[in-house]
């Protein structure tokens, strides 16, 4: 409940005005930002409100079109996302949602930094610059990253990437021009390396709702992963997880949090995102259905029986010399038409003074994780070629994620160690795992993509259905092929190159003079 009540604190605090920016909001003539209180107050919206895991995740290739009867309010949105198409709907979850969302928060960054100009230069002060500069950092990568193409070093100075907002709108009406990607990845960077060094942990109420240390290290591994800076990533990465990787891991083992077959799904769900959990290190609670859309069997488009199968059932890399099927430890279910889904979200709603929920549905999840830094780490070893530390860092994934699925209780777990010549068993030539191709894809040798693919093999696992296997096909250019068994459809394919990989600029932000992406 408190991340609800910090949520509701800060909407409270912005008031959309009569202007009709479309990137900005300012706060209404009541808010008067004079004391720290106030300030953090507001800052509060600086995080994501919305959610992309609709978007992402049907755009991936975690679904496949699936037999269901009747309608679905998102309808149009699912289709339209597994056709990589334009979003045409403003509700929520919907791109233009989160695109509008996200330049909110901005908005809220941009106000709390225009107003630290004139204050004095204290301890507390600083505390809340940091937190604002990294806020607006992370939503500009998360929308760049959403509705451009990816970075490539070669290209990113002629390439289009996203309006880069550092003001608070003055104006009625305001025109923008896209910034290019590398200067938007330049701003990211200036902004995170100033406001990494201000943060204080000890400022925060419920540090896993805002920046931490650890959190702003996360992100900064993920954007240096994605710039491949490869020292950069490792040196954010252990900042993030420590001198004890292991105890920033979500632990699944727990019989409250193992599979169905043992444990109550719903309560398996509402531990899954808690700030009790090791792994989180940034949540955030935004408005989305995706709690219960991730789990609907109504939706035609979404996650089936036989990838469920495919990629948590059957034998995965870690092999053994006995038999058994070797799963991991998400809870999945299925149902007779052969949908399949996961239970990682608990939907959670606002409610007022006298307990009346508002029915508006909230998500709380984690954007920034124990898990992503690690495998981040690895990726990272295994391109600087110091093999034996990305073994040690995968094997100590696979330690806390695989299981020998027998009908033993807890006490029988086993656990395989992977070397090289067993990920080179198991992923080289195989039509499942295809070569990556990111823009540095010319110095990686034959040992290191085998390794790779592990890595972004068990990295798909353990975020479906959070939308980071979407970054992952765009940033290792994966084709993507969409069948349609149910309807008959020809199957339609997203190449590796394919313009359709940036989403659409909203119809509304393109009528404010954000240039479209090119189809």
């Known amino acids: 409940m408190k991340a609800y009540k910090i949520l509701t604190v800060g909407m409270l605090a912005l008031s959309a005005t009569a202007c009709n920016s479309f990137l900005d909001v300012t706060p209404d003539n009541r808010t008067e930002l004079d004391s720290p209180e106030a300030m953090k107050e507001l800052l509060v919206s600086a995080y994501p409100r919305a959610h992309y895991y609709h978007v992402c995740e049907v755009m991936s290739d975690n679904v496949a079109e699936r037999l269901v009867t009747g309608t679905h309010s998102r309808a149009t949105l699912n289709r339209q996302m597994y056709m990589w198409e334009e979003g045409t709907e403003t509700g929520t979850d919907n791109p233009v949602y989160v695109w509008t969302n996200y330049y909110e928060s901005i908005a809220a960054a941009n106000i709390v930094l225009e107003a630290l100009e004139n204050e004095e230069d204290t301890k507390e002060y600083a505390a809340i610059k940091g937190e604002a500069l990294v806020c607006r ?7 760049v990253n959403l509705f451009a193409e990816h970075y490539d070093s070669d290209k990113a100075g002629r390439m289009l990437g996203i309006p880069y907002c550092v003001k608070p709108e003055t104006e009625a009406i305001v025109h923008y021009k896209r910034n290019s990607l590398k200067e938007v990845y330049d701003l990211i960077e200036e902004d995170l ?33 994605y710039k491949a800076e490869w020292d950069s990533v490792i040196v954010h990465a252990t900042a993030a997880l420590g001198n004890s990787p292991k105890s920033k891991l979500r632990d699944l083992r727990n019989p409250a949090q193992a599979n169905g077959r043992w444990g109550d799904k719903d309560a398996y769900a509402s531990k899954y995102f808690k700030v009790e959990q090791p792994s989180p290190f940034l949540m955030i609670s935004a408005k989305s259905w995706w709690a219960r859309d991730a789990q609907s069997f109504s939706l035609h488009f979404g996650m089936k029986k036989e990838e469920h199968g495919s990629l948590f059932m059957n034998k995965n890399v870690t092999g053994s010399p006995v038999t058994g099927t070797y799963a991991t430890f998400f809870v999945i279910s299925t149902n007779s038409s052969g949908s399949a889904r996961m239970y990682k979200y608990d939907e959670l709603y606002i409610r007022d003074a006298i307990g009346a929920s508002s029915g508006k549905g909230y998500v709380v999840s984690s954007l920034l994780s124990g898990e992503e830094a690690l495998l981040n780490r690895a990726e990272a070893y295994i391109m600087k070629g110091q093999f034996d530390s990305a073994l040690e860092d995968i094997n100590l994934y696979l330690g806390e994620r695989v299981r020998v699925n027998n009908d033993d209780a807890y006490a029988d777990f086993m656990r395989y160690q992977v070397d090289l010549a067993k990920i080179k068993a198991f992923y080289d030539g195989q039509e499942a795992y295809p070569d990556l191709q990111p823009f540095y894809s010319g110095t990686i040798s034959e040992d290191q993509m085998s390794m790779l693919k592990c890595v972004v093999d068990w990295r ?11 970054f992952d096909i765009k940033r290792f250019h994966l084709p993507v092929v969409h069948t349609f068994e149910v309807s008959g459809e020809p199957a339609i394919t997203l190449t590796g190159d394919d313009l359709r990989r940036a989403i659409q600029i909203p119809s509304e932000a393109q009528a404010f003079g954000v240039e479209a992406n090119p189809r």
């Open 460 to 470: 798909r696992k353990e975020f479906m259905q959070e939308g980071l296997r979407w």
């Open 137 to 143: 950092a992370f939503c500009h990568f998360l929308l």
């Open 193 to 225: 390396q100033a406001g990494l060094p201000l943060l204080q942990d000890q400022s925060y109420e419920v540090p896993k709702y805002h920046f931490t240390k650890a959190a702003a290290h996360a992100f900064a591994a993920r954007f240096y992963q």
